[in-house]
């Protein structure tokens, strides 16, 4: 699921000029359209400021570190196409009550953490949504809340004690009013975060819990921001936390995933020694209770490539959504992404279940078998490309435990492949059925989750797919190479429903298309959110849609790809909505409005709903 910045693997060279530095290092990738390497066109709607940190201290830190500061600096704006320091951060919009108490986040309408319920299940219930489906076609803004300095849109908000939590892609955590979008306090992270937070009890007051980029975990005083403690759970280079960490019983259950699928397609690096992993954490300390491998195995020497680089594996398998409790068996539920390296891990593209109390690996079943792959497999120099070369059909999307009707119980998921799967947590992960909603591919298939009620699965479908425009045609995004690819807007998309009990279709509707309009896919890869007759999914196109529980009607969509004026009087603008869904509580939908790689539409923007804006 790593949709990354993906730059040519080369030695640095001593050009200080932008231009050059992009040629030199950037343009294989970025002008080629290889797998998941955002065009020049998408990256130039980023920020200066948000490349850098990509280069210096996240995603491309590996590349980064190939160029000098004056190199990292000068592509930097570049590619973005302004200067440092062009968008001023707000001087305004903080609440007059900051030090408000918070001491009863619970006693209110709340959506905590990723899935709202340990099953991950994403479904509000009607009381806490405070929104009823006859309401839903009467949604208007209520207010906007830019982030600063280009920050794009990036985690997806927490809802409790009458205030929002969010995170962003570089690494300002804000509390907000959820009323007014008026700001308690932001707190400075070392790297992005885009994990969702969790609230909970630390003694007598309560803590915002979340990860980073950097495969740091966090604790901080709710109220007010201040930081309370800080693990480091993974200390091989380029581990993050994507999925947000579970909360439960005074115990955090922190996911760690991987960028070395990008990092290790340079001829030169050792690819590849990673393991996914679950690590539990004392929620009071930040101590580690125990940590446990997705891939039981170490890596070893396996072989030496072209260039005679020496290779490891097994390695991948990392876990990028949010975990699944158990509290019937006590057991904790995952999926995996694929393997980095050959041999490709058993365990890879699987349904995983730990013991929540010893984290002893219990059972797993692989939906997808020699799924080994990284971005070599893409790119302009293949030295480190699996020999399996996988179809890198990992999962994104959380395990949904759920219970049937004949008494049985389920994990749903969708997977990159276009597949959806239930499994049965009960009997070893065995398969209860297996329903195909798309072709799949690298970004496509089902991407970051889905929402289940008593009956059905709602599953948004993403099959991304791109087109290359060549010459005269680019325009006036034509690059140094006379053209590039560009995300096919015809292609992608899709809403469905599945039968839990047998995974048949209820029913699907198909994406309305957006046209020839720049930048724009009508696919739907953001996690899908449900309250009681009304499903809501974003889509790469900027819209955010609900969708009519009992036949598929689109009963509600929003554009939210336009300019705002914000309560904290910071430049917004909408753009794609991808990675975190929506949440609901109190009667107010929040959505993140800018997520996007590989040619959305970045935007900056937190939007609020509520009935008539009011």
């Given at each position: ?16 000029d ?85 001491d ?8 905590n ?40 849109a ?5 809802v ?9 892609d ?21 790297a ?37 403690w ?26 760690v ?29 930040g ?23 020496q ?10 959504s ?41 059972w ?31 999962f ?13 119980r ?16 009960d ?7 297996q ?63 599945l ?66 004026r ?11 909505i ?22 959305g ?14």
């Open positions: 699921m790593r949709l990354l910045i993906c730059l040519l693997l080369a030695g640095a060279g001593l050009a200080q932008g231009a050059t530095v992009y040629v030199k290092h950037c343009s294989q990738c970025h002008d080629k359209g290889v797998s998941r390497a955002p065009l020049r066109a998408a990256l130039q709607r980023l920020s200066p400021e948000s490349v850098l940190q990509a280069l210096t201290s996240s995603t491309m830190a590996r590349q980064g570190a190939e160029l000098s500061a004056a190199e990292a600096h000068a592509v930097s704006e570049f590619v973005a196409g302004k200067a440092f320091g062009s968008e001023p951060a707000a001087q305004q919009g903080f609440c007059s009550d900051k030090q408000a108490p918070f009863k986040p619970f006693a209110t309408p709340h959506w953490g990723w899935g709202v319920n340990p099953a991950n299940q994403r479904a509000q219930p009607g009381a806490m949504a405070g929104l009823s489906a006859a309401q839903v076609p009467d949604l208007k803004v209520k207010w906007a809340f830019g982030f600063p300095d280009g920050i794009r990036f985690a997806q908000p927490t409790a004690g009458g205030r929002i939590f969010i995170g962003s570089r690494g300002k955590v804000c509390s907000l009013d959820a009323v007014t979008g008026c700001t308690y306090w932001v707190f400075e992270a070392s992005p975060v885009r994990a969702a937070i969790s609230i909970g009890p630390v003694g007598e007051r309560w803590a915002a819990y979340f990860g980073d980029q950097a495969a740091q975990a966090y604790a901080l005083d709710a109220g007010t921001g201040k930081l309370l800080k693990t480091h759970v993974e200390e091989l280079p380029f581990a993050v936390i994507t999925g947000a960490p579970a909360l439960y019983d005074g115990r955090l259950y922190v996911p995933s991987s960028y070395e699928e990008v990092t290790g397609a340079a001829p030169g690096y050792e690819c590849c020694k990673f393991r996914g992993s679950v690590v539990a954490l004392d929620a009071s300390t101590k580690q209770v125990w940590k446990s491998y997705t891939i039981p195995d170490a890596p070893r020497p396996v072989k030496k490539n072209a260039r005679g680089t290779l490891w594996g097994p390695s991948g398998a990392g876990v990028w949010a975990p699944t409790l158990d509290l019937k068996k006590r057991a904790i539920y995952v999926t995996t992404g694929d393997s980095y390296s050959d041999p490709a891990a058993r365990t890879s593209d699987a349904f995983v279940a730990f013991d929540m109390d010893t984290g002893k690996l219990l797993s079943r692989q939906m997808t078998a020699g799924d080994a792959f990284n971005i070599a497999c893409g790119g302009p120099e293949p030295a480190n490309c699996p020999e399996a070369k996988g179809p890198d059909f990992d994104g999307s959380s395990p949904i435990l759920v219970e049937l009707a004949n008494g049985k389920a994990l749903v998921a969708g997977q990159k492949s276009g597949v959806v799967h239930a499994v049965d947590p009997q070893q992960g065995e398969v209860l059925w329903t195909r909603i798309g072709e799949g591919g690298a970004v496509g298939g089902v991407q970051w989750g889905s929402a289940v009620d008593g009956q059905n699965v709602y599953v948004a479908l993403s099959d991304v797919r791109f087109r290359f425009v060549a010459g005269a045609a680019a325009g006036a995004n034509k690059t140094l190479f006379g053209g590039y690819s560009e995300m096919d807007s015809k292609a992608g998309g899709g809403m469905f429903a039968s839990l009990a047998t995974g048949e279709r209820v029913w699907h509707t198909p994406p309305p298309g957006c046209g020839e309009k720049h930048g724009c896919s009508p696919a739907q890869s953001a996690a899908v959110t449900l309250i009681p007759g009304v499903v809501f999914s974003g889509g790469l196109d900027g819209h955010l849609r609900g969708y009519s529980m009992t036949d598929g009607r689109i009963v509600w969509d929003a554009d939210t790809a336009r300019e705002y914000t309560v904290n009087g910071v430049k917004a603008t909408g753009g794609s991808d990675g975190p869904g929506p949440v609901v509580a109190g009667g107010i939908l929040y959505v993140n409005s800018g997520y996007a790689f590989l040619g539409m970045p935007g900056n923007v937190l939007l609020a709903f509520s009935v008539d804006g009011k």
